[in-house]
């Protein structure tokens, strides 16, 4: 049982069908206001991340605000400080009812490494009723964005639960790597992302280790530079065609030997005029 007691008034605006009501009318657009409850600032640098244009949340409808008392969702991110005890009980009482109580991050959701430390009273649900945990130490933006656009069907899932507990399947093996070294694929998949960032960079690794398949002996980097120069010609995108062959030259020929002559010209790729 939590240190803070609900006051009756809050808790009988907050049941059930209070929530599924707020989220039919909330679906398009909800506010969230953030309150940092003693965290080392790393969730509240990937929340701002996940507010950029590149994350572009409010396709989503959401929006943060900076009072509470404009808020539909009240984000809580670190573990509950004894300074923030009664700055985050104020925040929760200014939220109008109904509202969603969201846990962002270890810290938030259990107190993390701090959850016995004597300055902290652990995560947030030891404190006030939490609907919605983010882990993550720091969650990503991503993982942000699809926690709170989750938070919106937060009823269903309650309604439509699955146990997955005495499942029989057994889960699906790793697929072996192509060379024989599952860090030829770490090694592609972080260096496609550096290139074209977190979703375009898993596209790219996708077009490369699809073209590099096809060949017969995989640890061949002439048969495998033909290959990815073919991909290479098909991009409609340059930009995908000219990190192929970056791909290659960086890293494929790092794990099988690098040559001068073995280089794909990567500049080229990228002016399509050009000859090959």
């Known amino acids: 049982m939590g240190i ?76 509950v400080t004894r300074q923030m005890y009664y700055p985050l009980l104020r925040a929760y009482e200014a939220t109008p009812d109904p509202k969603i109580v969201v846990a962002l991050g270890a810290c938030g959701s259990t107190g993390g ?74 090694d592609l998949l972080v260096h496609a992302k550096r290139l074209m960032s977190y979703v375009f960079g898993r596209k790219l690794y996708d077009k490369f280790i699809t073209a590099a398949k096809t060949a017969k002996d995989r640890k061949n980097p002439l048969e495998v530079k033909e290959l990815i120069t073919k991909a290479a010609q098909a991009e409609e995108d340059p930009r995908y065609a000219q990190c192929l062959g970056i791909l290659y030259n960086e890293i494929y020929l790092k794990y099988v030997g690098r040559s001068d002559e073995l280089l794909i010209d990567s500049e080229k790729i990228w002016n399509k005029a050009e000859k090959w």
């Open 4 to 79: 803070y007691e609900i006051p009756a008034a809050i808790s009988s605006a907050n049941d059930f069908e209070s929530k599924l009501e707020l989220l039919k009318n909330i679906k398009r657009s909800f506010s969230v206001f953030r309150i940092d409850c003693g965290s080392c600032n790393g969730c509240e640098i990937e929340t701002f991340a996940a507010i950029t244009p590149m994350w572009d949340p409010e396709r989503f409808g959401f929006k943060l605000v900076a009072n509470p008392r404009h808020a539909d969702i009240l984000l809580c991110s670190g573990p």
């Open 113 to 186: 490494i701090f959850y016995d430390a004597y300055s902290v009273w652990s995560g947030v649900d030891k404190l006030i009723p939490v609907d919605v945990h983010i882990p993550g130490c720091p969650p990503h933006p991503a993982s942000i964005i699809y926690g709170l656009a989750m938070a919106l069907g937060l009823i269903d899932q309650k309604l439509h639960k699955v146990s997955f507990e005495k499942e029989d399947e057994l889960p699906s093996l790793v697929e072996d790597s192509i060379l024989g070294d599952t860090l030829f694929e770490r």
